[in-house]
């Protein structure tokens, strides 16, 4: 099971630290994904990380200001946000993968096995 957490309301410019809690199995090795979606869009991926951390992906429209990491120990992953824009608003998932991450592949949502509860974040302008 995946949770995710720490979604709000925040002015644009601000921060926001989303986490992906997982249970019932360990993160070692699985990629973990980060989606989003909008009011009447589709779901896109916003980043994923690989199953030691090494390898991130970023979708153009969050690079530089998102940042993920892991922490394996605390089966948890994290989507630190900054200089959040009205258009990051959207319910935010996570998601495993039980396969590597790859470059062309990442920001598929067919890759991915188990999918979590979103949270909402909300940017104001």
């Known amino acids: 099971q995946l949770q995710a957490s720490g979604g709000g309301l925040v002015q644009a410019g601000g921060s926001l630290r989303l986490s992906c809690a997982v249970s019932?199995?360990?993160?070692?090795?699985?990629?973990i994904g980060w989606f989003r979606q909008a009011p009447g869009k589709e779901r896109e991926g916003v980043s994923c990380?690989?199953?030691?951390?090494?390898?991130?992906y970023y979708a153009d429209s969050v690079e530089g200001r998102f940042t993920i990491s892991r922490d394996n120990a605390k089966n948890t992953v994290y989507l630190q946000m900054n200089s959040l824009k009205p258009e990051d608003t959207a319910v935010y998932y996570c998601?495993?993968?039980?396969?590597?991450?790859?470059?062309?592949?990442?920001?598929?949502?067919?890759?991915?096995?188990?999918w979590g509860h979103g949270t909402q974040v909300t940017v104001s302008s």
């Open positions: 990380i690989s199953y030691r951390g090494g390898i991130t």
């Open positions: 998601a495993a993968d039980r396969g590597a991450a790859h470059r062309n592949t990442w920001y598929l949502l067919s890759k991915y096995d188990y």
């Open positions: 019932g199995f360990t993160l070692d090795y699985n990629t």
